[in-house]
């Protein structure tokens, strides 16, 4: 089974989802602490730029809010093991939120309005609107909650596969934090069946891994009952 084919693995999911029946998750891989200053330093720093409300306050605070999404990024590569791929490929920071939007943390709606702004506001020769500070600053305080939250989501799930026509009873997903990549093995109880196992490896194909690194996430959700069949169907392009 060619389940590290995107189109198969589709099909795959799209067959034996409703036979998916959650049995067991692993723990959030480590957090650890890379920066001596945090996102949410650089959000207060912000906050308080932004009340001062003059003209180089209100510079200093968009400043803050560049460095808030930096260090969120790279914090939520870091705890992934991705950190030294982005640097090693020299990819900016508009490559990094596609690769963030990717994986089902911002949409394209959102992220191309964070980059109007972005743009807008970094590379301008002005002083920023407030009206515009204050929504570049609800966007990236969100978009830093989310990606702390997906910090310590689980880093794999088990389902048994009932009422299977294949002969395999078990369906696991997780993320391998060492190269990195994500596994996916097929196992049965019929010991004539060879355990059915590959990798998506980040630095074969990082668009390959990006789709597989959301199902993960969204088979966590459906695990823990927060999102139905169709939902998960809808947010991985299963038709």
Same mark, same amino acid.
């Not at 990094?96 to 807008?120: D, E, P, T, V, W």
């Given at each position: 089974m060619q389940l590290n084919d995107i189109e198969y693995f589709k099909k795959f999911i799209k067959q034996y989802i409703n036979s998916f029946d959650g049995s067991s998750k692993e723990n959030p891989l480590h957090v650890e602490k890379k920066f001596d200053l945090s996102p949410r330093d650089y959000l207060a720093f912000a906050e308080e730029e932004l009340n001062k409300n003059t003209s180089v306050s209100l510079i200093n605070c968009v400043a803050h809010l560049k460095r808030a999404l930096d260090c969120q990024l790279d914090s939520f590569f870091h705890v992934f093991n991705l950190f030294n791929l982005f640097k090693k490929r020299? $990819?900016?920071?508009?490559?990094? $939120?596609?690769?963030?939007?990717?994986?089902?943390?911002?949409?394209?709606?959102?992220?191309?309005?964070?980059?109007?702004?972005?743009?807008?506001?970094?590379h301008h020769y002005a002083i920023p609107e407030i009206e515009d500070i204050e929504v570049y600053f609800d966007l990236i305080t969100a978009l830093v909650? $989310?990606?702390?939250?997906? =910090?310590?989501?689980? =880093?794999?799930?088990?389902?048994? $596969?009932?009422? =299977?026509?294949?002969?395999?009873?078990?369906?696991?997903?997780?993320? =391998?934090?060492?190269?990195?990549?994500?596994?996916?093995?097929?196992?049965?109880?019929?010991?004539?069946?060879?355990?059915?196992?590959?990798?998506?490896?980040?630095?074969?194909?990082?668009?390959?891994?990006?789709?597989?690194?959301?199902?993960?996430?969204?088979?966590?959700?459906?695990?823990?009952?927060?999102?139905?069949?169709?939902?998960?169907?809808?947010?991985?392009?299963i038709t």
């Open positions: 020299n $990819l900016k920071i508009e490559k990094k $939120l596609q690769f963030i939007g990717a994986i089902g943390y911002l949409n394209s709606r959102s992220r191309i309005r964070l980059n109007s702004i972005r743009n807008k506001m970094e909650q $989310l990606l702390e939250l997906g =910090s310590f989501e689980s =880093s794999g799930c088990d389902f048994f $596969l009932e009422n =299977s026509d294949i002969g395999y009873h078990n369906f696991k997903i997780c993320y =391998s934090i060492d190269n990195p990549e994500i596994n996916i093995l097929l196992s049965g109880y019929d010991e004539s069946l060879e355990n059915i196992n590959v990798s998506i490896k980040a630095d074969s194909d990082i668009d390959s891994f990006a789709y597989y690194f959301k199902a993960l996430r969204l088979l966590n959700i459906f695990w823990d009952r927060q999102g139905g069949h169709e939902y998960i169907l809808k947010e991985l392009g």
